[in-house]
C-alpha cells in the first residue's frame, strides 16, 4: 500500500492544484469559522470543483449540527466527513447514517489512555485520525491544526482496528520519522506547510509530500 498524505485547510484553487501536483491524495476544506482556514458553503462549493478526480475532498467540521450536514451533503458531497470535535460514539453513528458518507474521527492524544479510548468508536467509523491534544493552559488553541506533536511511540502500543491517519505537528522535517516510528501508511498536515496562519506554501507542501512518500517507498525496498 502506498503512503496516503493528506493537506488540510486548503482556501486557493492554485494550491489545490499545487497540491495535487505534487502527489496529495486527500485535500482538506475546514469549516471551523474560528480557523484561519474556514471557508463558507459557497467558497467550498466552488474550490470543489478545482479537486481533480481521484483526490478525496475531506470536509473537516466540529461538533456540526444536522443543518450543516445537510448543507454539506447537498452542496459539497465530501468524500470523506473528518470529525474533530467531542462527538460522541453515537454522534458519529448518527452522522454517518445521515449523510451516507465515510467518516473519520479525530482522536486527540497526550496519553496512551486517549489512544486505547479509540476503541469506542471503531464501530462506529471508517477511519480514525490521531492528533495531539492541546494543553489547558495554550491561549487561543483550535480543536486541532495547531502545530503540535504528540509522542508518536503512543500509538505502537496498540494498533488500532480500522484505517487511521497521523496528524499533528507533521512538518517536512519530521514526517518521515513519525511515519516510522507510529507505523503511519496515512499522514495529515496544515500548519507544518504554511508560511503564516491558514496561507499555505506551496514549496513546503512538495517537500512534506516528497518527504513522507519517499520514506515510504525507501522502507519497502528494504521489506
Ligand atoms: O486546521 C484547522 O484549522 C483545524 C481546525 C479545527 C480542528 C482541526 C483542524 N485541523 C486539523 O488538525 C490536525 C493537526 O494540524 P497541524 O498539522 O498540527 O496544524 C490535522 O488533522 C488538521 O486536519
Known amino acids: 500500500m502506498s503512503l496516503h498524505v493528506k493537506i488540510c485547510g486548503l482556501k486557493t484553487e492554485e494550491m489545490i492544484r499545487a497540491a495535487a501536483a505534487a502527489g496529495a491524495d486527500s485535500i482538506g476544506f475546514v469549516f471551523f469559522e474560528k480557523s484561519p ?10 474550490l470543489r470543483r478545482a479537486v481533480p478526480e481521484g483526490v478525496w475532498v475531506v470536509a473537516l467540521l466540529v461538533d456540526p449540527d444536522n443543518a450543516l450536514l445537510d448543507d454539506l451533503v447537498t452542496y459539497v458531497h465530501p468524500d470523506v466527513i473528518q470529525l474533530h470535535g467531542k462527538e460522541s460514539p453515537q454522534r458519529v453513528a448518527e452522522i454517518r447514517a445521515r449523510t451516507h458518507i465515510p467518516v473519520m474521527k479525530a482522536i486527540a492524544v497526550s496519553g496512551p489512555e486517549d489512544v486505547t479510548g479509540a476503541e469506542a468508536y471503531e464501530p462506529f467509523v471508517d477511519m480514525l485520525l490521531f ?3 492541546p494543553p489547558k493552559t495554550m491561549a487561543g488553541a483550535l480543536p486541532g491544526g495547531n502545530g503540535l506533536a504528540f509522542d508518536w511511540e503512543l500509538i505502537g502500543t496498540r494498533k488500532p482496528r480500522k484505517p487511521w491517519m497521523l496528524s499533528g505537528g507533521l512538518t517536512p522535517l519530521n514526517v518521515a520519522e ?3 516510528t507510529a507505523g503511519a501508511t496515512m499522514v495529515d498536515v496544515s500548519s ?5 496562519p491558514g496561507e499555505k506554501d ?6 512534506f509530500i516528497r518527504a513522507a512518500k519517499q520514506d515510504a517507498d525507501m522502507v519497502k525496498v528494504k521489506e
Request: net charge neutral.
Open 178 to 180: 513519525a511515519i516510522r
Open 37 to 46: 482556514r474556514y471557508l463558507t458553503m459557497g467558497e467550498a462549493m466552488k
Open 192 to 196: 507544518g506547510v504554511e508560511s503564516a
Open 131 to 133: 492528533d495531539a491534544k
Open 202 to 207: 506551496a514549496a513546503l507542501v512538495e517537500a
